[in-house]
Each structure stands twice: as structure tokens, then as C-alpha cells.
């Protein structure tokens, strides 16, 4: 059974920072390509950062995000993280995780397949 659970959100003025978590259950972590979105009120759930299996030696970032997020992931604790500097209030979400066998995978991710609770961020200015 595959589960999910991000974690790290919070309430943050523009221009701080938070380093979210998404610790992964049921499934091949290492194996797996990992992502991050993000689903704003009103907005549709999109992906904002990807990092490539096994060793991470691949990231990709929104133009929205790009330069200040930086995706990681720790196989050993089967967990990816995001790192997220210069916030500014449109960064305001629900941070979501999850995997795919390739990044064509994390594109495909609709609201059909299985999700974490995810983890709010909220950004005040």
C-alpha cells in the first residue's frame, strides 16, 4: 500500500524560506522519479519541481519556481525534499509529492490517482 506524507509547511512572511518533506511508503523509492506540486485556491495541481532516479543527478523546476526551489531526495530515508527560499506570496498552496517510473509519469498524475494530504504553505506579505 503506497502512502504519502509531506510534511514541513507553515506560515512564512515573503522572502523566508521552508525546507518541505514527503516521506514514501509502498513503493521503490530509489527506483522512482519524484515530484513536487502544488494546487493553489482556484488553480489546477501542477508540478514544480522533479528529481531523476536513483541518485538525483536530474532536477527540473516551474519557471515559476526556478532559482529559488531546489529539489532533493535521501534514498536511505525514502524521502525527497524542497527547499524553498525567497517565497513570495504567490507560492501560496498545498504542497502535494509524488512518483512515477519517469518524468512522462509525474506529467500524466491527475486527480484519478492516489495523493498525501499534503502540507500547506502560506506565504503573507
Known amino acids: 500500500q503506497v502512502q504519502l506524507v509531506e510534511s514541513g509547511g507553515g506560515l512564512v512572511q515573503a522572502g523566508g524560506s521552508l525546507r518541505l518533506s514527503c516521506s514514501a511508503s509502498?513503493?521503490?523509492?530509489?527506483?522512482?522519479?519524484m515530484g513536487w506540486y502544488r494546487q493553489a485556491p482556484g488553480k489546477q495541481r501542477e508540478l514544480v519541481a522533479s528529481?531523476?532516479?536513483?541518485?538525483?543527478?536530474?532536477?527540473k523546476y516551474a519557471d515559476s519556481v526556478k532559482g529559488r526551489f531546489t529539489i532533493s531526495r535521501d534514498n536511505a530515508k525514502n524521502t525527497v525534499y524542497l527547499q524553498m527560499n525567497s517565497l513570495k506570496p504567490d507560492d501560496t498552496a498545498v504542497y502535494y509529492c509524488?512518483?512515477?517510473?519517469?518524468?512522462?509519469?509525474?506529467?500524466?498524475?491527475?486527480?484519478?490517482?492516489?495523493w498525501g494530504q499534503g502540507t500547506q504553505v502560506t506565504v503573507s506579505s
Open positions: 509524488n512518483y512515477g517510473l519517469s518524468s512522462i509519469s509525474l506529467s500524466r498524475r491527475t486527480s484519478h490517482d492516489y
Open positions: 509502498g513503493i521503490n523509492f530509489s527506483m522512482n522519479v
Open positions: 528529481i531523476s532516479s536513483p541518485r538525483g543527478s536530474t532536477t
